[in-house]
């Protein structure tokens, strides 16, 4: 396995897992298996919180530079003076404060992959020093009359429009067309809901291990208020909310078996609250740790069917062929379910 190279210091990180079965998901993953084994450079956007350095992670590990490093750098992070220095390096009287020859990100990755995070916060003049470094293979130290040659992928990200960007002269065109030659748009959870309960799974799993847990898992309810939010965030404010949940649930619950509640959720810094309660949803009371059976699965059909039935714009018989049922057995269905007195 690889290694990640933060601000110089490399440490080892174990190939994190793109979690998903959404068609928005898959879209992904294949987008990933035909990009990884080329030597493209690649243009991953999207909003803050998707995962795009997670992206970057799987093309790396996937590509046949996978037993070199992988360097990160966040373009947005260091002023422009220092990103210059991070990215090229420089010789020992340099500039004041340059007491010793420095290593720059470049010839770190040399032989692999630089991720370059936040490209579009990147200045005009470094873009221009970029560009040749894309063209040629070609650095030079600040502070040096030499010029070494090096062989790295990059990978860009960013949550700018940079078309945009262009269009407003705080991108160079010609560096865009050079990063942008596989392009990837890593999509927002709200546009992959059917992911929230697989990806909040896999995040209770590692919170569990942290929180040295037996159990830890979440309310019918919790699952549907998780399922109903926006999430402006995306998935880092989903693993957030989680956190903050599961350490509220077990100061308050003082176990090993950990059961989260909609009560124990800070949404925009606020305390949820239940749900309106439905004649199935009264069955679910909140402070109890196990349902039987019956309630747990027509918990489930209300919530399925509710769901589907908003999908279907309020058409019965549309939900009915999308459930695969019959339309008079979803009627009567949705009767016991107290659907239809809502």
Same mark, same amino acid.
């Given at each position: 396995?690889?290694?990640?190279?933060?601000?110089?210091?490399?440490?080892?990180?174990?190939?994190?897992?793109?979690?998903?079965?959404?068609?928005?998901?898959?879209?992904?993953?294949?987008?990933?298996?035909?990009?990884?084994?080329?030597?493209?450079?690649?243009?991953?956007?999207?909003?803050?919180?998707?995962?795009?350095?997670?992206?970057?992670?799987?093309?790396?590990?996937?590509?046949?530079?996978?037993?070199?490093?992988?360097?990160?750098?966040?373009?947005?992070?260091?002023?422009?003076?220092?990103?210059?220095?991070?990215?090229?390096?420089?010789?020992?009287?340099?500039?004041?404060?340059?007491?010793?020859?420095?290593?720059?990100?470049?010839?770190?990755?040399?032989?692999?992959?630089?991720? +370059?995070?936040?490209?579009?916060? +990147?200045?005009?003049?470094?873009?221009?020093?970029?560009?040749?470094?894309?063209?040629?293979?070609?650095?030079?130290?600040?502070?040096?009359?030499?010029?070494?040659?090096?062989?790295?992928?990059?990978?860009?990200?960013?949550?700018?429009?940079?078309?945009?960007?262009?269009?407003?002269?705080?991108?160079?065109?010609?560096?865009?067309?050079?990063?942008?030659?596989?392009?990837?748009?890593?999509?927002?959870?709200?546009?992959?809901?059917?992911?929230?309960?697989?990806?909040?799974?896999?995040?209770?799993?590692?919170?569990?291990?942290?929180?040295?847990?037996?159990?830890?898992?979440?309310?019918?309810?919790?699952?549907?208020?998780?399922?109903?939010?926006?999430?402006?965030?995306?998935?880092?404010? +989903?693993?957030?909310?989680?956190?903050?949940?599961?350490?509220?649930?077990?100061?308050?619950?003082?176990?090993?078996?950990?059961?989260?509640?909609?009560?124990?959720?800070?949404?925009?810094?606020?305390?949820?609250?239940?749900?309106?309660?439905?004649?199935?949803?009264?069955?679910?009371?909140?402070?109890?740790?196990?349902?039987?059976?019956?309630?747990?699965?027509?918990?489930?059909?209300?919530?399925?069917?509710?769901?589907?039935?908003?999908?279907?714009?309020?058409?019965?018989?549309?939900?009915?062929?999308?459930?695969?049922?019959?339309?008079?057995?979803?009627?009567?269905?949705?009767?016991?379910?107290?659907?239809?007195?809502?």
């Amino acid at each position: 396995m690889s290694n990640i190279v933060i601000n110089n210091h490399t440490v080892n990180k174990k190939t994190r897992e793109l979690i998903g079965f959404s068609a928005a998901a898959q879209k992904l993953k294949q987008d990933i298996e035909i990009v990884s084994h080329s030597e493209l450079n690649v243009l991953i956007q999207g909003e803050t919180g998707v995962g795009k350095e997670l992206v970057a992670e799987s093309i790396h590990q996937k590509s046949n530079r996978f037993l070199s490093n992988m360097v990160y750098l966040n373009c947005a992070a260091l002023p422009e003076n220092i990103a210059e220095s991070e990215l090229f390096g420089h010789i020992k009287g340099a500039f004041t404060g340059a007491i010793n020859n420095r290593i720059g990100k470049f010839e770190l990755a040399n032989q692999g992959t630089l991720f +370059l995070d936040e490209i579009g916060d +990147l200045s005009l003049r470094l873009q221009a020093k970029l560009l040749r470094v894309l063209q040629y293979g070609d650095i030079q130290r600040i502070g040096a009359d030499t010029v070494s040659h090096v062989d790295v992928r990059i990978i860009a990200a960013t949550n700018v429009d940079l078309i945009k960007a262009i269009d407003n002269h705080t991108f160079r065109e010609d560096l865009y067309h050079r990063l942008n030659v596989y392009p990837i748009i890593v999509p927002a959870l709200r546009e992959r809901m059917t992911d929230i309960l697989p990806i909040a799974e896999y995040i209770l799993e590692k919170i569990k291990h942290e929180l040295v847990l037996y159990k830890l898992y979440l309310t019918p309810q919790c699952i549907h208020l998780l399922e109903s939010y926006s999430w402006p965030g995306n998935v880092r404010e +989903l693993e957030n909310i989680l956190y903050r949940a599961a350490l509220v649930a077990k100061f308050e619950q003082k176990n090993k078996n950990i059961c989260i509640h909609t009560k124990n959720i800070l949404i925009n810094n606020k305390i949820t609250q239940p749900l309106t309660s439905t004649p199935i949803e009264k069955k679910i009371e909140e402070d109890k740790t196990y349902l039987s059976l019956r309630e747990a699965t027509e918990g489930f059909q209300y919530q399925y069917i509710k769901k589907t039935l908003a999908q279907q714009q309020g058409n019965w018989s549309k939900s009915a062929s999308a459930l695969r049922v019959d339309c008079s057995n979803l009627h009567r269905l949705a009767n016991r379910l107290g659907l239809k007195n809502n």
